[in-house]
């Protein structure tokens, strides 16, 4: 029961309601959904920076309620990476979201999501193959395994994801699409510190020094872009990025692609909408960027 002190509070300094099992998720919304009220789901895996509040800021535009999510999710890590170490910090999270707008947190143990005995997988293809689905081959089915449950469980309207990530919101745009899953997905445009930098929970891991350098890759895609747009072939302007960040400091270099838009099939010229996408290491940090390229 709220107390009087809380129910005096202005909605975003109330303490964000916390459910943790599927059964209470459902109840909530299910009686959102009774009252004729919309929901949206905002899947995160914690950590929460202004990038995920303005996913939350979104999903309050195209819902009348919103359930945000935290859970780290051990099926899209391989052994080596940094599930142990990702950043966890749920009471902070909950009072940013609540200060969002969020009107639930959906917040399970890894026991709750897989328990005993789980056994099953999902395997997908598409625009999964290449980039991020070559460098860390377990994530995307990681991804569609925990994202697809997220969906039957809080049983959203619409869920709403950053195009920081842009291969996982394709990836999971053609899933949810392939699965027959009735929620609309909706793409949020990257949100970035102000020297361009793309906002990651991984930005944790870069010293000060990294940190001021890390820039430099947005820099280098977004004057890749233009380059482009203008008619480049994509070898030299993807050459020149990598030119570029090398420069700066990046050490290993993932990928850095031309790809379609809306398929992610690899193109050597942006003759319609394209995204310019790629991955390199700066000191611990594995930073991930895009940038669209429209044709003149």
């Given at each position: 029961m709220t107390s009087l002190a809380a129910a005096r509070l202005p909605e975003s300094e109330q303490p964000l309601p916390v459910v943790r099992s599927v059964d209470d998720l459902r109840a909530q919304v299910s009686a959102w959904h009774r009252d004729g009220k919309t929901v949206a789901l905002v899947p995160t895996m914690g950590?929460?920076?202004?990038?995920?509040?303005?996913?939350v800021r979104r999903a309050r535009e195209l819902a009348d309620q919103v359930v945000a999510s935290v859970f780290v999710n051990p099926t899209q890590f391989a052994p080596h990476e940094d599930f142990d170490r990702y950043p966890r910090d749920e009471a902070g999270d909950s009072s940013k979201l609540a200060s969002a707008g969020c009107h639930l947190l959906y917040a399970p143990t890894v026991r709750a999501m897989y328990p005993e005995g789980f056994a099953t997988a999902i395997s997908v293809g598409g625009p999964a193959e290449g980039l991020c689905g070559t460098f860390r081959p377990q994530m995307f089915g990681g991804v569609a395994l925990v994202v697809t449950k997220l969906f039957l469980q809080a049983q959203p309207d619409v869920a709403v994801f950053g195009e920081k990530d842009y291969q996982q919101l394709m990836v999971i745009r053609r899933f949810a699409r392939d699965l027959d899953i009735p929620v609309r997905v909706e793409g949020l445009p990257t949100?970035?510190?102000?020297?361009?930098?793309?906002?990651?929970?991984?930005n944790a891991y870069l010293s000060a020094d990294e940190r001021a350098r890390a820039p430099e890759l947005n820099r280098a895609l977004r004057d890749a872009a233009t380059a482009l747009a203008g008619g480049a072939e994509a070898a030299t302007a993807l050459e020149a990025v990598r030119t570029r960040i090398t420069a700066a400091g990046f050490g290993s270099?993932?990928?850095?692609?031309?790809?379609?838009?809306?398929?992610?099939?690899?193109?050597?010229?942006?003759?319609?909408?394209a995204r310019l996408l790629a991955a390199a290491w700066m000191g611990k940090a594995r930073l991930i960027d895009n940038v669209p390229?429209?044709?003149?």
């Open positions: 950590a929460l920076h202004d990038g995920h509040l303005a996913l949100v970035r510190e102000a020297d361009g930098l793309a906002m990651s929970s991984r270099i993932d990928y850095v692609e031309l790809r379609d838009a809306d398929t992610l099939v690899p193109v050597t010229r942006a003759e319609r909408p390229v429209l044709p003149a």
